[in-house]
């Protein structure tokens, strides 16, 4: 009686692997929703221009004309923004626009080994790490040096960048990076003019034309020269958006003013939702898909209120789409090419140079677009892409591998057989003679190899048996984009590999 109930239970035993195996053959979901997705419009650079020690009450229609009769019809403004509570003087708030929190900075002193920090948790290594260029143009820097010290009427208190170590160096005045990313305001003009500018600008007017030494009027007047620069700019009509606020309020922590214009935002609107500088941390970390949330970031209400559902007509722009008679599909065998041809598309009078290239490849292969760069002009401009698969070889199944390894489930199979040992065992038991003998040993060898399968990871690691050296049979979503200086559009293509 007790054999009978133990090969009952090792059957029990057999059916949950099974089920085991077939969960980690079944195909992955693939569209995995990310975590902290934005509703935002698709903006593609962003510029922010930082203001002084100014209450919003105080920007009146006498003292700041420019603001009041120029830039807020043509854009959203906030009425309730604030500087976050009881941070001051000036440089905790330049910081909390970068890290989302003060970090202990609470002077308003240079940066020092003991008045700046370690931490790479900040804003623009975010952005360095996901590919995604920035820049902080600082009025009346020389760009000879990291500017670490205040001189004239550049103040580094009001220069975020230098008080993060992997920023400057560990405080280094000569240090590359630091250099070739906070450069003089001068420069920026120019980056405007030829389209190389970044996609993430923080701009930081000097003591004067900031309203730090001088008067609301003489801001104003700066702003009415300097903002139209960027309004005319391909970056800012392709898809971006200027921000300009104040560091924080006097006498409190605000309401402070923010500005939002961009083809996508509303115009001549304002609301009256609590907003603060973690609130434009967590709106540029959601514009440019970067996470985690910084700090404070993550409980803040981002701007997207400010902006339309899509880009207004006429907003110039490009497109990619698969050439008349062609597909975004293709099928081969291991070994063979994936020939795509596609189109860039240009709307609304735009023209450049699109720079092209191809991510998504699988393991053994190379993706590569043809050319690497296209001049786009008033016509569609044609380009392909080829996907070059290298044949298999060794005894493994390649499609059984790649399924069953790639599964989180799949590296939980050792854990069943190690269970179903005993199982199996039992019914070997429950058995009489040699045919139970052959019974477990063969079962025993397939249980052998197929724990070595199930606990190969998805690179080929882990101590399984030898992968293929080939490119493994399944489906493949590639990504072809296409960049032209701030604006960038992308096109999916499928692959299957035989």
Known sequence: MELRRLCHLGKLWIFLFVVLVLLALLPAHEN????????????????????????????????????????????????QYFNPPNNHPSEPNYIWLEAGDNLGLTTDDDPSPTNSTSTTSHLVTLLKNAGISWKGYMEDIDGTTCPLSSSGNYAAKHDP????????????????????????????????????????????????????????????????????????????????????????????????????????????????????????????EEIFNVTPLLRDAANATDLGDFFQSSAPPGTPSFSMAAQAGSSTSATVAAGATANYSLSIVPSNGFTGMVALSCTGAPANADCAASPGSINVNSAAANFSVMVTTKARTGAIPAAFLDRLSARPVGRLLFAAFVLLLPALAAIALSRRGQRGARVFGL??????????????????????????TGTLAGNYTLTVSGVSGALSNSISLQLRVQ
């Open 443 to 468: 079962v025993f060898v397939l249980i052998v190899v197929a724990a070595a399968l199930g606990c190969s990871s998805a690179d080929g690691s882990g101590g399984g048996p030898p992968s293929s």
């Open 32 to 79: 995995q929703v990310r975590a902290g997705a934005s509703s935002l419009p698709p903006i593609n650079t962003v510029f922010i221009i930082l203001e002084e020690n100014t209450n919003w009450s105080n920007i009146t229609a006498s003292v700041a004309p420019y603001i009041h009769n120029t830039l807020l019809p043509l854009g959203a403004h906030a009425e």
């Open 161 to 284: 960048f230098v008080f993060f170590q992997d920023t400057t160096g560990n405080n280094n005045a000569s240090d590359a990076y630091c250099l070739a990313h906070v450069r003089p305001y001068s420069e920026l003009a120019g980056d405007l003019s030829t389209g190389s500018v970044a996609r993430y600008n923080f701009i930081t007017p000097n003591l004067c034309d900031d309203m730090h030494d001088c008067s609301i009027t003489h801001g104003d007047t700066w702003l009415s020269t300097e903002v139209p620069k960027i309004l005319d700019s391909q970056a800012y009509k392709g898809g971006g958006v200027l921000l300009i606020t104040w560091d924080e309020g006097i006498g409190g922590d605000g309401p402070i003013g923010m500005i939002c214009l961009s083809p996508f935002a509303k115009v001549n609107y304002s609301n009256s939702i609590h907003y603060t500088h973690s609130s434009t941390v967590r709106t540029i």
